[in-house]
């Protein structure tokens, strides 16, 4: 098994030179460079660094290497407005989105920045880096959520923004039972205020060309066509953000540079056509894993498949999820002598996870969006791949709002540092919970002003799964294993020690 | 009002399960049971007893599936089986349509050696945008018809959307003038198992509305007109696969040159 190593992180796959290059940068540039921070943080993108971003970068984790490539690369980042500090705070996208972390970040890692800086890297911003703006702000205390389970908090407008064009009138009433951060209630904030704080892990903006692919121009959990991009007549996905607030690259942009970033100004064309340029062009995912590369032996696991490969294909009816470890389900006589027998037990353990994924059914209840309007039934049976259903990145080919039950009671893991919601249903009532529903995070509804989508959060792309822990929108499962840990006391499914494990393992290598 | 409710009690006459013969229609308001069969993804059976006859019906081939906390109404013509998959007799063509105002006990059945249906993609699965069908000249006027579960304006996966798009994609090649969109409701009510049954009116507005902003999104530029009409009345077209109520509940796109 490899080890974490934190300082610096060993290069294995990757081209060493742009790395060494970008450390030297790094050393000169840094504004966080002191003997506290030293060759740390090789592994730390700080805003302003000029470092120069290889066509090939590889960190470790805890599961083994994640690889980050660059179509196009090495880039000078000297100047970009990904890299530089063009917010009022000190951040820049690179902040929240670091490499080492699959284009998200991991609470580790904002932990490790703690440290390293004595909290005062921009990260921390009060804005949405600490809990509350109006908590002390050098206290750790006053960032548990961050620090903890890696949530920035999300402040949304209430009631909802116009939404493509309409106005959004709520059919569902919202107030405040339990405020523990001070940010949903006061003169400031809080629903009467119109302003409702949520806490979100950050999305991770690699491989966006399958987030941003439509397969088909239906979207079955509303029963409408998709909509299309005023300005390009493009349709639109609606799997960028968790709660669907954003169509394009564009909008999030704009939305993240007006409270992530604090940004005083907008971000001009230019600006934005150069961001989205860069995230087009990176493709994230497992390059190794306990059983080393995940592209050996015929696997075609690791990024550079993501990179050639067309994306929008639903798995069901083209490529199988997760197929690209099918070579692995037979190792060969000559791979075993080749291989370490744990390096055997493994492979073969992500190829059953793989099928595990794809075949092994289970009862799906009272999950709106899926178990609602579009036909299936209230419950039915199937297995991962119904909703992770786009081939190689396992997110949802259609729009992926769905409600798991992360968020919302009686499903949702007992939190009680965040904000508790009382929704109260106008008209119809919630098809699951009732009229009054109990969420830490209503999601999607925030967005549309529906009862009905109290709870249901965008599904995400699962590659580079490895290095962004924890999991789920609001951080409540601190990994892997507590992924399925929570599928299997939401759905009652009855997995077997092994097809855990397994299931672990597939995840690993993604 | 009497015509529609007289209509319907001939075709929905209540019939024993032994005078029941294939193509009959049944029809019965009950709450739904699910049998846990694994057939692999989708492959659980749907059964609803008929209180008036005392038979229960495999209705899982319905395009809208049942919810197990609510009643449902069912509508469907006796199969001819062979293979007894789920264990009761099906209906096929049939539909399902929960009524969200008459709670039910949840149940679930376990497989108890019934193997369920493995799951076949429908004829009506939504083209892909990398595969688009095309069409050819002539074009002239034509109306196309998209359906409704009861008091329903959803249009539902791998039906009424396949159906909605494949219009679309003929619309396009055809370039008319302009679409007219009609939603109409069953308003007229008709009894049911003792209940009585009727769609609201405002339902046939709410269907040319979802069915108009569709066609706009997958035909930006083109003029469509809604209109709405209550007091809908079965018609004779292939895709309300010859279900009287699912025919009336529907809307008309209207293409005009």
């Known amino acids: ?510 | 009002m009497k015509r529609p409710l007289i209509a319907a009690t001939m075709l929905l006459a209540p019939l024993s399960a032994q005078a029941q013969e294939v193509g009959e229609i049944v029809s019965f308001v009950s709450c739904p049971v699910y049998r846990d069969a694994d057939n692999g993804r989708k492959s659980g059976c749907w059964l609803v007893r008929d209180g008036g006859s005392g038979h229960q019906w495999d209705v899982s081939q319905s395009p809208h599936k049942p919810n197990w906390d609510y009643a449902v109404f069912v509508e469907g013509r006796v199969a001819d089986q062979g293979e007894d998959i789920c264990g009761a007799p099906v209906l096929e063509p049939v539909r399902t349509s929960r009524l969200l105002d008459r709670r039910c006990p949840r149940h679930m059945l376990p497989a108890e050696g019934y193997p369920g249906r493995v799951f076949i993609a429908p004829d009506r699965y939504l083209t892909s945008l990398a595969n688009p069908p095309e069409f050819e000249d002539p074009f002239g006027p034509r109306t196309f018809y998209a359906f409704f579960e009861f008091d329903r304006d959803f249009l539902v996966y791998q039906y009424s959307d396949f159906i909605v798009q494949q219009a679309a994609y003929w619309i396009e090649a055809a370039q008319p003038r302009r679409l007219v969109v009609t939603g109409y409701a069953a308003t007229d009510p008709i009894e049911v198992s003792g209940v009585e049954l009727a769609e609201s009116p405002e339902i046939a507005q709410r269907r040319a509305e979802v069915v108009a902003l569709t066609l706009s999104r997958l035909l930006p530029g083109m003029e469509i007109e809604t209109r709405w009409e209550t007091g809908s009345q079965p018609i004779d077209v292939p895709d309300a696969d010859t279900i009287p109520g699912q025919s009336q509940r529907r809307v008309e796109i209207a293409v005009e040159f």
């Open chain 1, 1 to 510: 098994m490899l080890k974490r190593v934190k300082q610096p992180r060993q290069m294995r796959f990757g081209r060493a030179l742009p790395v060494i290059v970008a450390a030297g940068a790094f050393a000169a540039a840094s504004a966080y460079a002191s003997a506290g921070e030293s060759a740390a943080d090789e592994r730390w993108w700080s805003p302003g660094e000029g470092r120069v971003f290889p066509e090939v970068l590889d960190y470790e984790n805890e599961h083994g290497t994640l690889r980050t490539l660059l179509v196009g690369g090495p880039l000078d980042t000297r100047g970009h407005p990904f890299f530089e500090p063009i917010s009022s705070n000190g951040r820049a996208c690179v902040t929240c989105h670091q490499p080492s972390d699959g284009m998200s970040l991991s609470a580790e890692t904002a932990r490790d920045r703690w440290d390293v800086t004595n909290g005062v890297d921009p990260l921390f911003a009060a804005y949405d880096g600490s809990n509350c703006p109006n908590l002390p702000q050098g206290e750790r205390a006053s960032h548990s959520l961050l620090l903890d389970r890696g949530l920035f908090r999300i402040q949304r407008q209430w009631p909802p923004a116009p939404r493509l064009g309409e106005e959004v009138v709520p059919d569902f009433t919202i107030e405040v039972v339990r405020d523990p951060n001070g940010c949903n209630s006061g003169v400031e904030y809080g629903p009467e205020n119109g302003r409702i704080s949520v806490y979100r892990r950050p999305r991770p903006i690699g491989n966006m060309k399958y987030l941003l692919a439509v397969g088909f121009n239906f979207d079955p959990k509303q029963g409408l066509a998709l909509p299309r991009d005023p300005k390009t007549g493009d349709y639109l996905s609606g799997n960028l953000m968790a709660d669907n607030r954003a169509f394009t690259l564009e909008e999030q942009m704009d939305d993240a540079g007006l409270t992530h970033l604090e940004m005083l100004r907008d971000l001009t064309a230019d600006e934005r056509d150069t961001i989205k340029a860069f995230e087009l062009s990176l493709f994230a995912a497992q390059q190794a894993g306990r059983g080393g590369a995940v592209d050996d032996s015929g696997a075609q696991g690791g990024p550079a498949v993501l990179r050639d490969a067309e994306p929008g294909e639903l798995g069901s009816i083209g490529f199988p999820v997760w197929g690209e470890f099918a070579a692995w389900e037979d190792i060969s006589a000559e791979d075993r002598t080749r291989l370490t027998l744990e390096q055997v037990e493994f492979r073969e353990s992500v190829a059953r996870g793989a099928r595990v994924f794809r075949e092994r059914t289970f009862l799906v209840s009272d999950s709106a969006g899926v178990t609602t309007q579009m036909g299936f039934g209230n419950p039915f049976r199937v297995a991962c791949k119904m909703c992770h259903n786009m081939t190689r990145m396992g997110n949802d080919v259609a729009p992926g709002q769905v409600d798991l039950g992360t968020t919302s009671l009686p499903f949702a893991d007992h939190f009680d540092d965040l904000p508790l919601f009382r929704i109260t249903c106008l008209n119809d009532p919630h098809p699951y919970y009732g009229r009054e529903i109990l969420t830490y995070d209503p999601g999607f509804a925030l967005s549309t002003g529906r009862c009905a989508d109290v709870g249901k959060i965008t599904l995400q792309s699962m590659r580079g799964l490895a290095s962004r822990a924890p999991y789920f929108s609001n951080g409540s499962a601190p990994d892997l294993r507590a992924v399925i840990d929570y599928y299997e006391r939401r759905y009652n499914i009855g997995y077997t020690e092994q097809e855990k494990q397994d299931l672990v393992n597939l995840m690993s290598v993604l």
